[in-house]
């Protein structure tokens, strides 16, 4: 348990064994769209409501001090939705970042970028590396934002480089095993996610961190995201919590403390 954990009032966790918390939680943030509509409000204030959402969940994953924290904001093909829609949220994720940069860093997180950032408007990669730049001496939550992400699209891209590291006389065929491919991929210094969360009732991953989910606990809920509050956060920490971790093995991997 680390210093900020043996901290942490059990009341306000109840059921919550804080020796055994993931260190990497990975969030698929669905049903802003369906929430707006539910509510007879306009599609972009569900996305704004979702933004909401991911500055709560930032303060959570500090509070328990779980390490890793990535969130699929937008996906190689959500690029198939309207233009409007598309400006729209490229716009948000700027803003959003933009206006919460300075609690981020003061609160000692780390803002990284993963998926084909070339590919964003101009203006969100300049604020993006603003983010990283600014962030990146921080030793607190490491937040990933898988912008222009897709896991298919990662992987093509870690076959490719370990290609051109073939054709360079630097690497053997023979010679590429999990590790490589693991240290190719944009979250080669972290480990893979322990839990998944995804939001609105979909049972699926979407094209999501295909590699890294290989063993992961995953949990899926109907409250939709802009509804995702702190007992619902609790709830996918204790399923995670009372399931037994295998990895193919005959034994129990149980959920090992950090």
């Not at 009341?11 to 939680?25: A, I, M, S």
């Not at 233009?83 to 780390?110: K, N, P, S, W």
Request: with cysteine; proline share 4%; aromatic share 8%.
């Amino acid at each position: 348990m680390t210093r900020s954990q043996s901290n942490l009032d059990p009341e306000r966790w109840p059921g919550l064994d804080f020796e055994r918390l993931p260190r990497h939680v990975a969030v698929i943030l669905d049903g802003n769209r369906r929430w707006a509509k539910r509510n007879l409000l306009a599609q972009f204030q569900g996305h704004r409501a979702g933004v909401d959402t991911v500055r709560l969940l930032v303060r959570l994953c500090r509070e328990l001090d779980i390490p890793h924290l990535t969130l699929y904001a937008f996906s190689t093909e959500n690029w198939r939705r309207t233009g409007t829609e598309v400006d729209f949220l490229m716009t948000l994720i700027e803003d959003a970042l933009r206006r919460e940069l300075d609690e981020l860093h003061a609160q000692g997180v780390q803002v990284r970028f993963i998926g084909d950032v070339a590919g964003l408007p101009a203006s969100l990669q300049r604020q993006a590396r603003v983010a990283a730049e600014r962030t990146g001496g921080n030793c607190g939550l490491i937040l990933n934002i898988a912008a222009n992400y897709g896991g298919r699209q990662e992987l093509v891209r870690a076959a490719q480089q370990l290609a051109r590291r073939v054709l360079m006389g630097e690497l053997s065929p023979e010679a590429i095993d999990e590790q490589l491919v693991s240290g190719a991929l944009y979250t080669a210094d972290q480990p893979d996610p322990d839990l998944l969360i995804r939001t609105s009732g979909e049972s699926r991953i979407s094209n999501y961190m295909l590699w890294q989910l290989a063993y992961t606990e995953l949990y899926f809920t109907d409250v939709m995201w802009p509804e995702f509050r702190d007992v619902h956060f609790l709830d996918a920490l204790r399923a995670y919590q009372a399931r037994e971790r295998r990895y193919g093995a005959n034994g129990v991997a149980a959920n090992v403390p950090r």
